[in-house]
């Protein structure tokens, strides 16, 4: 008996370039776990240049010990792109990018308990003409669902290697590692009919896109059926554009048909659709008919009009309990660490203008950031959770319908939500969101979710604003939900506002799947965690140390006599100076220029405020204890006489805080995840904005109404 | 009848898809054809979107466009 073509013949690959594999697959058919289980921790996550798309490149080991490349291209249910995503699998595959060479081999992992839909994605990655190998996943699931899957009838139907596989468990992978070190895959020999009447505007196609647009015959080929369903609507930085006569032909197709009535795209589908039904109907066999799943039976309570809210409630909690709670060790030990390195420095180092940029500009900035970086990757391990156990697809189901009232998706929930700890990973989160302009509106609106840096602003100031020594707990929770609940009012205003306005276009989709449920990864979950920190840490770091530099020169500079207190010394330095510069327009807010001063500093960090306010009052305040800082406050007086902390300045304070763009770590991120400075700044602008207005209001009406 | 009118727990047969709109090419592509046998597995707590299953697998759309799409009732 013959064995089977993918393992007889094995001859590891002699020439001396290492082959390049892409790794394509549906989302949620175990295609990271794959991607991990074949290049273990041997892998670099990038970006795709100009897009906000993470690229990911990492190197699996033959048998033999030769190394072979794998780019973990994103999850797509099909070539026709509608997602930045799903654009960038296309690009690369059809060698649009001059960024990432197109790939030698095709490594397409579908899932066997939905092989129909899973197959649609090979289909049109067979036509490309490339060698592909076929990676079964989830045969377990499969089989325990009562479907037979016949891999050896797949083989024989498309004529390439195809392999089972287990990814959760690494069952197949050395199956797969010895046909991917095979010298010779053969093309497939699948042949499929592309319906009359478009086949000659594919022909049409084909001929201008090898002519016009340089493109290999089979690519041609596989781009013009490509364009017909796709009609290249979404379209990412780094890809090439079509050629002028190509999308003419393109168009002038699309006219003709739309006179004759011909639904040119959906009669490509369902061809494609008749070839994989009669390839499936060879290869799967339903063993009996299976109950209602596991998955279907935790649904009935997650998505119950009850219980479903419960356990999101629930979720939620457990979400943000762990954050403030597990993050806390985490993030005292990092205040110390970086305490001590700065006194190291200040021993080794003479003292002098370097010492102090090093110490208090440098490492202070830093470690300013820094410190959030546990509550980032304990949000960033959560998300992850929700996302590989499947959760996160039925809060955003959940949550539709109350998104669509401001015009978004359920998609921005957990975004959103998880903006309550920190905007940095809630931003990084938003690209699950297919739509473009979905995606920016939350980014824009996402930090007005009061985030855990604002907390020592509001306890500092709650505690100014209330008289007596103790705040009545009712009083301080009461002044918590109302901040809380200004900023979340605010976000859904704004994300209605600009759906209307700004950022208008076709009200979002919610076609999404509902994955079946299945345990989390550990490793795989723990290991995006790790990647996302590094990338935020990487690609905001520079931002955030260069402003950081920025904010301590403004406060050191220029120096005060040799006797004067650190209070004399930032009363005169340039953030002093720029206090009182500021004092003019933030007089009818009821603020000084030595909060302006305040407002100046903490654009590094909302918490630095407390600081601030800490030098420039001469009161450090104890770690926890606000008190001798409070009293510092409420000693403080305008040049009048008048005291300056009042309750509604206080309040005022609080206010400003809610709406304002306080962050420059938030700065950092936004700017690379929308790739230009246009709309960091847009969002410092009206959210600033928009604190400055709602500020006036409050402190003007307040004194109007004699408070 | 439409899609967004079929009862909880029923199912149908797609009898016909819009043939323009994004969201249609999509759904065809996700295998929402002509033809095609799916059934109403729930509605969300607020009323809307719905939970369809089809080829094996669940799809959430919102009744919006699920309006649009005709289907013939199995009984």
């Known amino acids: ?707 | 009848m439409k899609l967004s009118e079929l009862a909880v727990g029923a199912s149908a047969v797609i009898r016909e898809l819009p043939k323009s709109g994004t969201a249609f090419v999509r759904l065809r592509e996700m295998g929402m054809l002509a033809g095609t046998r799916v059934s109403l597995v729930r509605v969300a707590p607020l009323g809307d979107p719905i939970e369809v299953k089809l080829r094996g697998y669940h799809l959430s759309l919102r009744k919006s466009e699920a309006e649009h799409v005709l289907v013939d009732p199995v009984t």
């Not at chain 1, 291209?73 to 960024?99: C, H, K, Q």
């Not at chain 1, 067979?126 to 076929?134: A, K, N």
């Not at chain 1, 208090?360 to 900035?365: S, T």
């Not at chain 1, 020594?469 to 979340?488: F, N, S």
Request: proline share 7%; hydrophobic share 50%; charged share 15%.
């Open chain 1, 1 to 707: 008996m013959a064995l089977p073509s993918h393992i007889s013949g094995v001859h590891p690959t002699s020439s001396s370039r290492t082959p390049v594999y892409a790794l394509v697959g549906n989302p949620n058919c175990g295609k990271s776990t794959l991607f991990n289980a074949l290049t273990g921790l041997k892998q670099k996550v990038g970006n795709y240049p100009g897009v906000t798309v993470e690229k990911k490149v990492g190197t699996a080991y033959s048998q033999h010990g030769q190394p072979i490349t794998v780019i973990d291209l994103p999850g797509a249910y099909s070539l026709a792109a509608r997602s930045p995503d799903e654009a960038v699998t296309r690009d690369v595959l059809l060698g649009r990018r001059a960024d990432t060479p197109q790939p030698d081999r095709i490594l397409c992992i579908v899932d066997a308990t939905n092989l129909e839909r899973n197959l649609y994605l090979v289909h049109q990655v067979l036509d490309l003409g490339r060698p592909v190998i076929l990676v079964v996943n989830m045969m377990d699931v499969a089989a325990q669902a009562g479907l037979d899957v016949r891999i050896d009838r797949l083989e024989h139907e498309l004529g390439i290697p195809v392999i089972a596989c287990e990814a959760v468990n690494g069952r197949g992978v050395i199956d797969l590692k010895l046909a991917m070190s095979r010298a010779d895959l053969p093309l497939s020999r699948h042949a499929w009919d592309v319906p009359p009447p478009i086949a000659p505007a594919v022909a049409e196609l084909q001929a201008s896109l090898s002519a016009s647009d340089g493109k290999p015959p089979l690519i041609a080929r596989a781009e013009a059926l490509l364009l017909l369903t796709d009609q290249d609507s979404v379209r990412v930085a780094g890809s090439t554009p079509l050629s002028r006569r190509t999308a003419e032909i393109l168009r002038n197709w699309q006219q003709r048909w739309e006179a004759e009535g011909t639904d040119w795209a959906s009669s490509l589908v369902n061809s494609r659709y008749d070839a994989i039904g009669s390839i499936a109907q060879a290869a799967v066999t339903q063993a009996g008919s299976a109950g209602p799943t596991l998955s279907d039976r935790i649904d009935r309570y997650a998505t119950h009009p009850v219980w479903g809210w419960l356990l999101l409630g629930l979720m939620m909690t457990a979400l943000f309990l762990s954050i403030f709670t597990l993050a806390e060790h985490p993030m005292n030990f990092i205040d110390e660490s970086v305490a001590a390195l700065a006194d190291a420095v200040k021993a080794a180092m003479p003292a002098g203008d370097l010492r102090d940029l090093v110490t208090d500009g440098a490492i202070a900035g830093v470690g300013g950031v820094i410190i959030f970086l546990p509550q980032i990757l304990i949000l960033f391990f959560f998300i992850g959770l929700l996302e590989s156990t499947g959760y996160m697809a039925r809060a955003a189901f959940i949550m539709d319908r109350l998104m669509s009232r401001v015009g978004l998706n359920g998609k921005s929930f957990i975004p959103l939500l998880s903006s309550y700890a920190c905007a940095i990973p809630g931003i990084m989160a938003t690209r699950t969101i297919e739509d473009q302009k979905d995606r920016l509106v939350t980014i824009l609106v996402a930090p007005l979710m009061s985030c855990s840096a604002r907390l020592p602003v509001y306890l500092l100031m709650i505690a100014a604003l209330v008289p007596g020594e103790q705040v009545p707990l009712l009083t301080k929770v009461g002044i918590m939900l109302l901040m809380y609940a200004l900023g979340t009012f605010g976000a859904f205003g704004f994300a209605w506002l600009f759906k209307r306005t700004l950022l208008k276009g076709e009200p979002p989709l919610m076609i999404m799947e509902l994955p079946p449920y299945r345990l989390p990864g550990m490793k795989d979950v723990l290991l995006h965690m790790l990647e996302r920190g590094w990338l935020f840490l990487r690609r905001a770091g520079t931002v955030i140390l260069g402003i950081s530099v920025v904010l301590w020169f403004l406060a050191a500079y220029p120096k005060a006599p040799d006797d004067a207190t650190p209070t004399q010394q930032l009363a005169q330095s340039f953030a002093g100076r720029a206090g009182h510069t500021l004092e003019p327009a933030i007089k009818p807010l009821g603020f000084d220029w030595q909060i302006g001063i305040g407002l100046i500093t903490s654009f590094a960090a909302r918490e630095v405020f407390v600081s601030t306010m800490g030098v420039v009052f001469n009161a450090e305040a104890e770690d926890e204890d606000t008190t001798p800082l409070r009293q510092a406050l409420l000693a403080a007086r305008w040049p009048d006489g008048r005291p300056l902390f009042t309750p509604l300045v206080c309040f005022t304070l609080m206010i400003f805080y809610v709406f304002a763009m306080q962050c420059v770590s938030t700065v950092a991120v936004v700017r690379r995840e929308t790739n230009s400075w246009k709309w960091p700044l847009f969002q410092i602008g009206y959210l600033t904005g928009t604190a400055w207005i709602l500020s006036f209001i409050v402190y003007q009406g307040g004194r109007a109404l004699g408070f």
